[in-house]
Structures are given as structure tokens and as C-alpha cells.
């Protein structure tokens, strides 16, 4: 049963000017009756003070914040040791930790809105969380820096969800929703939400007028057939929660994908010694290991009269050219007291998805033999990511 805070925080969105505020901006027995104009709580931003700005630089240890409990924290951990980075506790009780690797390099384990407040005051330099939390928490702060926007775990999307039946049975879209005459600045849409920061600014940049939100911990899915709220916005996985409840999304309603992401300050990377380097190495680890997470090694062998006519025969198959082509070498034998080269060896990386399709091509053009090995690291010439991040910091 959801623990619903008596807050409402009535948006009538007719004002000019927009401020941000956060989930611990409110107390849960007091109403708040406000327009997106006069709400004056300060953004993360404002903690970024000259008193944080001087704890940045004068501490020495680089940190890292990781999700302290959950399915978050432990594929969060999962993917470090599948790059190399374990992470190593020596207490599970304790909230810090280290990664052998990386010299002078603290972990701490953080809940997931914390690492990101923690980033903006200064007392992190990195952290792994749910893009979601980073805008919800971070509310566009510039400190914060997307260092890599896609980890591949954590999928899910932050969506408006209304019930299947009653007046909202025929609404399929966001601007059918908005269209309803029911909503009155008497008798708004009721919303219940954990997101306090994404779901007003998400109403009002779609013209919902009249809007009402709660806070609730717990199952939102039960607050509209409770009668506590009239729809719902929440994190969405597979939506079986939403549709065990007789719940649905509409055209229009999803507010942001989602994914773990690898955020960092922006005054660590280029005020603190250090940092920036050790990002660089982590992204490159992260790179490499998810790029050759969808690739496999296949190696086979054909005969032929050259490696140049191996190749072509290679090249003409779609599935076969590779990263950037087939490596072929000569296969030596022994055969009537000489050595010869009548067969080559090709060494290719296919996609994992078109294993199959590119076993079936090798036969086709002489191949035998095929062997298939999993990839650990794909090392490109230059990350990418680490272009785009130093082009982020003007560098």
C-alpha cells in the first residue's frame, strides 16, 4: 500500500518565469500551494559555494559513487569486475571501498540521489547511476557532465500512466488527456509521483494547466484505483506492474529513457589533479569490454590459391567483412617432404546476433573447420566518448 505524503503542490502554470525544487524541499505536513513563478526553493546549484569549491580541490582521493543496495548496485559492480576494476570491500558493513587498480581511488557507496547531490557539493568526482536520477536530482546543473550516457543495464523510461477504464478509457494520447474538460483549477488532474522535478516540468512543457501532484513512497501503481490520485508518474520496465494494475501509458507520456549512466563533475575533471586521467582510463575500459560484449571471434579455414583471393571471396559475403576487414593468413602443412600454404586461416568479429547467418556464408565460400571465441575488449584507436567529453570541457 503507497505511504502518501499530504503534499500538494498545485500548478497552475500560467507564470512566466520557472524555478526547480527537489524531493527534500517539503515538509510532508504542510500544503504548498504555489505556481511554477513563486516557488523559490534553491536548485543543487546553489550548493556549489565557495566553501564546496575549495573541499574540491584540497582533498587528494579520487572518488567514485556507486548504488549501495539493489539490482543497480550489484550490475553496477558486475560490469567493473568485467572491466578489470573489482571493486574490493574489506567490510560489506562499510561504505567505502577501493579499486586495486587505480591509485589513490575511494568508492563510496552512496544511495543514488545522494551521488548525485554529492556530486554538484564536490565531495564525489564520479558516479554511476540511472540517467533518471541525474536529471530528477542534478535538475540541469552544468557541473554535471554525462561521461558516458549508455552502460547497457538499468533500462527503463520515466512515463505518465492513467487508468484503463472510467473517464480515461478512451484517452490514448497526452493531448487527449490535456483536452479532458474535467480539469478545473477546482478539480485539477491529481498525479502521484516520486519525481517532483520531472513530472511538473514535463506537465507544463505540454500545456497541462491544471495539475496536482503527491508524493508518495511504495507501490504508485495502487494510488488511482485508491482514489488518491487520478494517474500516475513512475519508473516503467516491462509494464506488467502497470497493466497487473489496470493501468496504461499513452501517446506522448514518456518523459525520459533511461539508462545507468557515468556522470562526473565538471570542476573535478579541470581543477582537480588527476581525475581527468583516471576517467580516461575507465572510459576506456568501459568502451572496449561493451563494445566486444555484441562481438564474436570466428576463425576458419579455406583453401585457396592466395590470401588476395581468400579475401574477395570473404569481402563478397555481407556477414564477413569484420571491424575493418578479414585477417588471412597461410596455413602451413607438411606435405611430401615440403612445406606448403594450400589453406589460409580467416579470423573475422561478427555480431553476436548474426553468428549463424555468417557460419552459413564461410560454408558457402569454402570455409571448414569454424571455430568461435567470445571477445573481452574491443580497443578502439581513440574513444569516441573521450572526444566528445573533452570537447564538452573546451579542451
Known amino acids: 500500500m503507497p505511504v502518501v505524503n ?7 502554470l500560467a507564470a512566466s518565469t520557472s524555478s526547480s525544487f527537489s524531493h527534500s524541499s517539503y515538509s510532508p505536513r504542510v500544503s504548498v500551494k504555489f505556481s511554477i513563478s513563486c516557488c523559490v526553493v534553491a536548485s543543487p546549484a546553489a550548493v556549489s559555494s565557495g566553501i564546496a569549491d575549495n573541499r574540491v580541490l584540497e582533498r587528494r582521493e579520487i572518488r567514485l559513487g556507486l548504488p549501495s543496495k539493489g539490482r543497480m548496485a550489484t550490475d553496477t559492480l558486475d560490469l567493473l569486475k568485467d572491466c578489470q576494476l573489482s571493486v574490493r570491500q ?22 543514488p ?5 554529492k556530486l554538484v557539493s564536490g565531495d564525489l568526482d564520479l558516479g ?35 487508468p484503463k477504464y472510467g473517464i480515461f478509457e478512451n484517452i490514448n494520447s497526452l493531448r487527449e488527456l490535456a483536452q479532458m474538460p474535467q480539469w478545473t483549477p477546482e478539480k485539477p488532474l491529481r498525479v502521484a509521483t516520486g519525481f517532483t522535478y520531472l513530472a511538473p516540468k514535463f506537465m507544463k512543457e505540454n500545456g497541462l494547466k491544471h495539475v496536482t501532484f503527491s508524493t508518495a513512497d511504495g507501490a504508485l501503481e495502487a494510488a488511482p484505483a485508491m482514489g488518491i490520485a487520478d494517474a500516475i508518474v513512475d519508473l516503467v520496465s516491462s509494464g506488467t506492474t502497470l497493466r497487473e494494475n489496470n493501468l496504461k501509458e499513452i501517446e506522448g507520456g514518456v518523459i525520459l529513457e533511461s539508462q545507468a549512466v557515468l556522470v562526473a563533475s565538471r570542476k573535478s575533471l579541470t581543477q582537480r589533479k588527476g581525475v581527468l586521467d583516471i576517467t580516461h582510463e575507465i572510459l576506456e575500459r568501459l568502451e572496449a569490454h561493451l563494445r566486444a560484449a555484441g562481438q564474436l571471434t570466428v576463425t576458419a579455414n579455406m583453401r585457396g590459391t592466395s590470401a588476395e583471393e581468400v579475401a574477395e571471396r570473404v569481402l563478397s559475403q555481407t556477414s564477413l567483412s569484420g ?11 607438411k606435405r611430401d617432404g615440403r612445406v606448403a600454404a594450400d589453406y589460409y586461416a580467416i579470423v573475422i568479429c561478427v555480431p553476436k546476433k548474426l553468428l549463424y547467418k555468417s557460419v552459413q556464408q564461410l560454408r558457402a565460400i569454402g570455409g571448414s573447420g569454424v571455430l568461435v571465441s567470445p571477445l573481452t575488449y574491443i580497443f578502439d584507436e581513440e574513444t569516441p566518448r573521450w572526444r566528445e567529453l573533452l570537447s564538452k570541457l573546451g579542451m
Open 128 to 162: 554511476i547511476v540511472g540517467l533518471d536520477i541525474v536529471s530528477e536530482y542534478g535538475q540541469g546543473n552544468e557541473d554535471l557532465i554525462l561521461v558516458h550516457d549508455a552502460l547497457d543495464f538499468g533500462d527503463c523510461h520515466l512515463s505518465l500512466a492513467i
Open 323 to 333: 571491424l575493418q576487414g578479414p585477417t588471412v593468413s597461410p596455413v602451413f602443412c
Open 113 to 117: 540521489k545522494d551521488i548525485v547531490r
Open 90 to 111: 574489506v567490510n560489506p558493513r562499510q561504505y567505502v571501498a577501493e579499486i586495486p587498480q587505480l591509485s589513490n581511488f575511494e568508492v563510496w557507496f552512496q544511495r
Open 6 to 12: 499530504p503534499l500538494f503542490l498545485q500548478c497552475p
